[in-house]
């Protein structure tokens, strides 16, 4: 198993662009998950997933996007990238929504200039 | 609001010493607690789980306790290795409808030789 893969490793945006931050997992997990950690912070849930077709909003949405259509993948879309989400982004995936070992991913570390 | 707190914030220990890393928090109600041990540049990696009932949990040298009555819980790392030196994070998480978790800010642990 590759368990969570997150691409890419690292990326440099401008101020205003737009991209999308690929998850995928393969343990048939139910319930995935988009954190951003900053500095001197605690990770923050951004949005949520309970099952394919099925996503809700976390801590701090706003300012993107995901969708659900297969249990496997789990995007995250940056729509208007600024500053302010220069950030480290982690998806992770457990089997179901509680007391579940949650794994996560590597990581992909985004500047917005 | 829901709040953890981690202490210390940082600790620099000799390897082959033991040491205690703490986590208040003030969620309620709780589902269940968790700690994370955070590489740096990697994605965090689940350590132990425990539920109300659950006062204590072992993974090899790393010991969880767990005290729901005064909201408190503490990491104990048995004979330190070099490997130890990371970001130890502890997670609260509600029962009820709200999948989002309240994290620490972590507790940086550095192992000398």
């Known amino acids: 198993n590759a368990g969570v893969t997150q691409t890419p490793k690292f990326q440099v945006l401008k101020t205003g662009q737009s991209m999308t931050l690929q998850c995928a997992q393969d343990m048939n997990h139910e319930y995935m998950s988009w954190y951003r950690q900053d500095p001197g912070m605690g990770l923050r849930l951004i949005h949520y997933?309970?099952?394919?077709?099925?996503?809700d909003q976390g801590e701090v949405p706003n300012g993107y996007n995901v969708s659900r259509s297969t249990t496997e993948d789990f995007p995250l879309r940056l729509l208007s990238a600024a500053p302010s989400q220069t950030s480290v982004y982690f998806c992770?995936?457990?089997?179901?929504?509680?007391?579940?070992?949650?794994?996560f991913g590597p990581g992909t570390r985004l500047t917005v200039t | 609001k829901n709040q953890v707190e981690q202490s210390p914030q940082s600790l620099i220990i000799l390897e082959g010493k033991n040491c205690t890393l703490q986590?208040?928090?003030?969620?309620?109600?709780?589902?269940?607690l968790r700690w994370y041990k955070q590489d740096t540049g990697r994605g965090p990696v689940s350590l132990t789980i425990?539920?109300?009932?659950?006062n204590t949990k072992s993974n090899g040298r790393y010991t969880a306790t767990l005290d729901a009555d005064t909201k408190q819980s503490s990491l104990h790392i048995t004979a330190s290795q070099l490997s130890d030196s990371a970001s130890y994070i502890c997670v609260v998480s509600a029962s009820g409808g709200s999948y989002i978790p309240t994290f620490g800010r972590g507790t940086s642990l550095i192992v000398h030789p």
């Open positions: 992770a995936s457990r089997p179901g929504t509680r007391g579940y070992e949650q794994y």
């Open positions: 425990m539920t109300f009932s659950e």
């Open positions: 986590c208040n928090y003030t969620v309620s109600p709780f589902s269940n």
């Open positions: 997933s309970v099952g394919a077709g099925i996503t």
